[in-house]
């Protein structure tokens, strides 16, 4: 019976990770090599997902899981040909709850057994469920559940060894969405860092959202709150977000600035937020779904 069930998860988990397998573009799972970015900062995830690796000399933490198990597992390769010991990553962190940034969190915690999951309390509830909370015309969109080490609230702060990060809650895209900041320095000169969560409206629905009620004064308070926070450098949860294809190309031609952009956050916000203003006027003129 044991084997029968634990054959049914499998199953299960595989059938999850599928789900989304035809309408998933190819840079999401495609490999690509891992690389420092700025001061104790990696990127180690797939070509068109970003997961980041923060190291400190007390152990490391690890900024979203990508889509499904299989890139978990590219994460923990990506890790290791780093020189970095996956058992020295203490804490797995992520930006939200979407099957794209949190699908690879359950293999990667499976995997590393020491390592603790936080995750925001808006979000906890659609990490141990398994599936986005929220109405969406994608629907659920499932992934793999995962049981939440930590919930915690706006400004928590992230403390292990060098790394000293806090949570900044930018609710919109998903109930708890979540952007990071931290501070590095890289050859003498210190940088301010944001991981900033998605502002995209993906699917959500603006006008009679019955699960997320607040939803349109929540993005426009996170477009607020994101405006506000000083950046030098941002790494976003796509690759097309922040070009980073592109800055890794300049940074192998030896520009030492190629990530560090003071003004780029600003510019992100501003185009969220039009596309955003843009997509409510379009639900508001249908009205609501019935």
């Given at each position: 019976m044991k084997r029968l069930i634990l054959a049914a998860?499998?199953?299960?988990?595989?059938?999850?990770?599928?789900?989304?397998?035809?309408?998933?573009?190819?840079?999401?799972?495609?490999?690509?090599?891992?690389?420092?970015?700025?001061?104790?900062?990696?990127?180690?995830?797939?070509?068109?997902i970003s997961s980041w690796l923060i190291t400190s000399s007390e152990g490391h933490v690890v900024l979203d899981g990508g889509p499904n198990a299989e890139t978990g597992k590219q994460i923990e390769?990506?890790?290791?040909?780093?020189?970095?010991?996956?058992?020295?990553?203490?804490?797995?962190?992520?930006?939200?709850?979407?099957?794209?940034?949190?699908?690879?969190l359950a293999q990667l915690k499976a995997d590393i057994p020491g390592a603790k999951l936080w995750?925001?309390?808006?979000?906890?509830?659609?990490?141990?469920?398994?599936?986005?909370?929220?109405?969406?015309?994608?629907?659920?969109?499932?992934?793999?559940?995962?049981?939440v080490d930590r919930?915690?609230?706006?400004?928590?702060?992230?403390?292990?060894?060098e790394i000293a990060m806090v949570a900044?809650?930018?609710?919109?895209?998903t109930i708890g969405c979540t952007s990071w900041t931290t501070a590095v320095v890289e050859k003498g000169r210190p940088l301010n860092v944001t991981f900033p969560c998605s502002l995209s409206v993906a699917g959500n629905a603006l006008v009679g959202n019955k699960t997320h009620r607040t939803i349109v004064a929540d993005y426009r308070a996170s477009f607020a709150k994101l405006r506000a926070i000083p950046t030098d450098v941002m790494l976003p949860a796509h690759e097309e977000q922040g070009n980073l294809l592109a800055k890794r190309q300049?940074?192998?031609?030896?520009?030492?600035n190629a990530f560090v952009d003071p003004a780029e956050l600003a510019r992100f916000v501003d185009a969220s937020e039009a596309a955003f203003n843009k997509e409510l006027a379009r639900q508001q003129a249908a009205g609501p779904k019935r």
């Open positions: 998860a499998a199953s299960l988990l595989a059938l999850t990770s599928a789900a989304h397998a035809d309408g998933m573009p190819a840079s999401w799972t495609k490999p690509t090599k891992p690389y420092r970015v700025v001061g104790n900062i990696y990127y180690v995830g797939t070509e068109g390769r990506n890790i290791a040909s780093l020189g970095f010991q996956l058992t020295d990553v203490k804490m797995l962190i992520n930006t939200h709850a979407h099957f794209d940034h949190a699908g690879g995750i925001s309390r808006g979000d906890e509830p659609a990490m141990e469920q398994g599936h986005h909370i929220g109405d969406n015309e994608n629907g659920p969109t499932p992934m793999p559940a995962v049981k919930a915690f609230g706006d400004q928590t702060k992230l403390k292990l060894g900044h809650l930018t609710p919109g895209h300049k940074q192998l031609r030896g520009d030492p």
